[in-house]
């Protein structure tokens, strides 16, 4: 069962992607944020991400509906429509749910696994976000995320260090060398 907060965040991403539905493929970016406030786990990201695609789908489902029924075919009213063209506008018809379907939510699910990725590299930025829309910060991993350096900068940190105390001696032993009454 999904938590509650995955639910929120998908839901989120479902209106941000619904919200850009004019731009192409929103769907990645309603993905993406769904997948950055769910957290830095890419698997999470990738089920909110597809959640909120399904989510979004109901909306575009329901306004191609519509759009459908103005437009209509006139299928109900010809009296002796063939049943071959019947079946065919409905395979037809069937093809294209599916089509936007996959779309809205393999994209959805992309953008999730993606803003779980972004998540992880940018915790502080992620934990700042949270924050500012309400959602509780609480958890060990965003505090350790935020308090201790990632092992690639204290190691070049470290490094650092250790290349000035080789210049600085590299200096002392120039100078040495160049002065003879030393």
Do not use: C
């Not at 959805?108 to 829309?133: D, F, H, V």
């Amino acid at each position: 069962m999904a938590r509650n907060r995955t639910v929120i965040n998908a839901f989120i991403g479902a209106v941000i992607g619904v919200v850009l539905s004019f731009i192409p493929l929103s769907p990645i970016i309603g993905g993406v944020v769904a997948g950055f406030l769910e957290g830095p786990d890419e698997r999470a990201g990738t089920k909110v991400g597809a959640l909120a695609g399904a989510i979004a789908f109901f909306p575009v489902a329901f306004v191609g509906f519509i759009m459908l029924g103005f437009l209509g075919f006139g299928l109900g009213f010809v009296g002796g429509a063939p049943a071959v063209g019947v079946f065919f506008l409905l395979l037809v018809i069937v093809s294209m749910i599916l089509f936007f379907l996959l779309y809205t939510v393999g994209l959805s699910a992309l953008g999730g696994y993606l803003g779980a990725y972004l998540a992880n590299e940018y915790p502080t930025k992620q934990r700042r976000t949270r924050e500012t829309i309400g959602f509780e910060t609480t958890s060990d991993r965003s505090v350790r995320a935020t308090d201790i350096a990632p092992i690639r900068d204290r190691d070049s940190d470290r490094d650092r260090d250790r290349d000035q105390d080789l210049e600085e001696n590299r200096g002392v032993d120039s100078d040495s060398d160049r002065d003879p009454n030393r």
